[in-house]
């Protein structure tokens, strides 16, 4: 159980193009959904918060307006990068947490690698 | 502040044990994970201490300790397989996880 899908797995665009990314929960309701980036050899890093029905909680530094999220029901939550360039190259992974209790752990997507030419 | 401190790297022989240690420093506490990551995946999910004490889970076993604020992961019998980085993250009183940077173990025959 717990299982968690992102997709797409893998992107290529050119410079300035939109990506959208999909995290769904398949066996279980998720209240609370959240992304992460991570760039080679580093940690993992928390880009935001989102909760069902509500605004995303951006973490410090990460801009809003770039990074674009929606959860609209309590299986999806989509990232979408807005005019991507190169630096936004890296790889986004969604977790997601059972609705039913916060002590759960978060159960991650496959990742999205993204490559921004 | 809020932080998790684990060592970079650490390298191990096939068959041996290894034991990662994690202190951590949160605002109110709800408990420890410990997460596996392969290069070029995502995290799975290893173990969850909120406890005082040992919980084993095959070749794989963690303990906490809250008075001292010290967690480790402990792997047993190691396989080529292990070769992993693995994460440390404290849950905080908002039900949010502080991560630490990863514990990268290098695995040799």
Not at chain 2, 93 to 102: F, K, R, T, V
Request: proline share 4%; aromatic share 12%.
């Amino acid at each position: 159980g717990a299982v968690v899908s992102q997709h797409p797995s893998w992107v290529i665009c050119k410079s300035g193009t939109s990506v959208k990314i999909e995290c769904r929960s398949l066996d279980f309701q998720a209240t609370t959904m959240f992304w992460y980036r991570q760039f080679p050899k580093q940690s993992l890093m928390l880009m935001a918060t989102s909760n069902e029905g509500s605004k995303a909680t951006y973490e410090q530094g990460v801009e809003k307006d770039k990074f674009l999220i929606n959860h609209a029901s309590l299986t999806l939550s989509t990232l979408t990068v807005t005019s991507a360039h190169p630096e936004d190259s890296s790889f986004y992974i969604c977790s997601a947490t059972p609705r039913d209790s916060d002590y759960q752990p978060q159960h991650f997507g496959d990742g999205t690698r993204l490559s921004i030419l | 502040g809020q932080n998790i401190d684990q060592p970079t790297e650490m390298t191990a022989t096939e068959g041996a044990i290894v034991q990662i240690n994690c202190t951590y420093q949160t605002s109110g506490f709800n408990g420890l994970f410990w997460y596996q990551q392969h290069a070029g995946e995502a995290p799975t999910f290893l173990s969850y201490n909120v406890l005082d004490g040992l919980e084993e889970k095959g070749r794989f076993s963690s303990f906490l300790s809250r008075s001292k604020g010290y967690s480790y992961l402990l792997l047993k019998e190691l396989q080529m397989k292990d070769s992993a980085s693995y994460l440390c993250a404290g849950m905080d009183s908002n039900y949010q996880l502080i991560w630490g940077a990863g514990t990268k173990l290098i695995i040799k025959p």
